[in-house]
């Protein structure tokens, strides 16, 4: 099966992203080819446009600390099941999701933080 995960780092041994669209990055992990791909977050991608994509890729799973209205309706959308865990090694929340031991979102876990697509930071 194929996780998207929001990640700290872009390795399996990074921990997971207390935020999924503000995750310094993404990684798309197949457990059956063991491939890893990661995507930097870093202004270049659409956080909504790459569960899409990866959902049409393959993608069954999304794994997160927190993910906000928009971007749950893009995973409903596309039938991706959005796990809650975060603090925890990628590699290990794959596992735990892979074996149905990690919390399953039934709608948004955080509020919207993005207005007409661009992320505003605020130092």
């Not at 993404?26 to 202004?43: C, H, P, R, S, W």
């Not at 990866?54 to 099941?81: R, S, T």
């Not at 290990?92 to 876990?109: H, I």
Request: hydrophobic content about 35%; overall charge negative.
């Amino acid at each position: 099966m194929k996780y998207l995960v929001a990640s700290e780092g872009n390795a399996l041994e990074s921990n997971v992203s207390t935020h999924y669209g503000r995750a310094p990055f993404f990684l798309i992990y197949d457990d059956e080819t063991k491939a890893l791909v990661a995507k930097a977050n870093d202004g270049s991608l659409d956080p909504h446009l790459v569960i899409r994509d990866e959902a049409k890729g393959g993608a069954k799973k999304l794994i997160c600390g927190g993910i906000g209205p928009h971007a749950y309706q893009v995973a409903e959308k596309f039938n991706v099941e959005v796990c809650v865990t975060s603090g925890i090694p990628v590699a290990q929340a794959v596992k735990l999701a892979s074996e149905g031991k990690l919390p399953v979102t039934t709608g948004p876990t955080a509020h919207h933080h993005e207005h007409g697509g661009h992320n505003h930071m605020h130092n």
